[in-house]
């Protein structure tokens, strides 16, 4: 058994045997971007739509991604307990006329006034998919927008540091789930933390209420229905900017036997 990505799946899903030995698994993290909601220029909310609404999933996914990843419109993964795409898509899905008409209601029609804006980016350098990513968003934001975006690199620790501090003003990064829960997804990486600790200064009050009240309620429906509840005011808020999950892939050979399939189609050596 094999894990491939990239290029190397795209050919595995169109060759007539290859396509019958792959496996593929959601992989419960999300790409996104934060920012720093409590300084100009994102403490508008408009612009944060506005960029939200310009930004092509499908194309990143099956294009830039080549197939090796799903759109994200909010912080669950596909597959995930609580995972809602109907809720939360209409909040950040692509719609480049809504982005430019919400670009004008923040102030900046077709661009103007606005100064550059900079995405930082994690690792010296990122990962090829990542670079490529976050470039296919500088030009979709020049393209539906008229923004211009310039990407600026920090090493792994520098870019954590600036993070904790909340010193990030536009940010790439992920989130990889520790266990199969929303409260990992949706409150561990969003709940209102001071300087020093979380990811981003976004506040909402109804947001952590709802996830501290959830942190207590013992009815598991209730309960996850209060994060999927606090996950759309994510969306809604664009607290982040949501933009896919990757799928696991790997070949495996018919004639390897004894290594079952978990509930998450992935395969697991133990017991082999």
Known sequence: RIGISGPDLQRARIDPVLSQELITFPNFGTYYTIFQTT???????????????????????????????????????????????????????FDPEQARQLLMEAGYPDGKGLPPLELWVRGEPPTTD??????????????????????????????????????????????NMD????????????????????????????????????????????????????EEILAQQTAGVFLYNLVNASLSKPWVKGIDLNKYGDRRWSGF
């Open 130 to 175: 990542e670079w490529n990513v976050v470039v296919a968003i500088q030009q979709m934001l020049k393209e539906h927008l008229n923004i211009n975006m310039k990407i600026r690199q920090h090493s792994t620790n520098a870019f954590n540091a600036f993070m904790r501090n909340h010193e990030i003003p536009w940010g790439f990064l992920w989130f």
């Open 39 to 93: 300084r100009p220029p994102f403490n508008n909310i408009k612009l944060r739509q506005a960029i939200a609404h310009a930004i092509d999933r499908e194309s990143i996914c099956n294009i830039v991604l080549a197939g090796a990843a799903t759109p994200a419109y909010g912080m669950l993964p596909k597959g995930f307990p609580g995972y809602q795409v109907d809720r939360v898509q209409p909040h950040q899905e």
């Open 179 to 230: 266990y199969p829960d929303p409260s990992d997804m949706i409150a561990v990486p969003w709940r209102s933390q001071s300087t020093g600790a979380g990811r981003q200064d976004w506040q909402h009050d109804v947001f952590d209420r709802l996830v501290d009240n959830a942190a207590q309620e013992f009815d598991n429906r209730k309960r996850v229905g209060m994060y999927q509840e606090a």
